[in-house]
């Protein structure tokens, strides 16, 4: 089984910054991120393969990138210049198969997620 554990939620103002973290049990195909706002549906934001290859949606690019530490199975998303819109519950996932930027909120493994909110 995998694990994985969030880290770096709290609350910023417009236009700051954040920086999330996920530490997986096991470095497995892909790793990513998707978020839920109250009332809206879960949205992929974010995915990282294996070999380095990044996605992230066109609403956060330029704002939003990732970046790993894969001596300690970390991968990071650092989200600058933060919009109300970005308020959500942040989740990691991790797949094995299924490793595409929109099937991140269905990957096999998730953390418990971390929230960001931005007023």
């Known amino acids: 089984d995998v694990q994985l554990v969030e880290s770096g939620g709290g609350s910023a103002q417009v236009g700051g910054s954040l920086k999330l973290a996920c530490t997986a049990s096991v470095r497995t195909k892909c790793m990513g991120w998707f978020r839920q706002a109250p009332g809206k549906q879960r949205e992929g934001v974010a995915l990282?393969?294996?070999?380095?290859?990044?996605y992230i949606i066109d609403s956060v690019k330029g704002r939003f990138s990732l970046s790993n530490d894969n001596d300690r199975n970390t991968m990071y998303l650092q989200m600058n210049s933060l919009k109300p819109e970005d308020t959500a519950m942040y989740y990691c996932?991790?797949?094995?198969?299924?490793?595409?930027?929109?099937?991140?909120?269905?990957?096999?493994?998730r953390g418990r997620g971390t929230q960001v909110t931005v007023s």
């Open positions: 996932a991790a797949d094995w198969w299924t490793c595409r930027l929109q099937y991140v909120a269905d990957f096999a493994y």
């Open positions: 990282q393969l294996v070999g380095g290859t990044t």
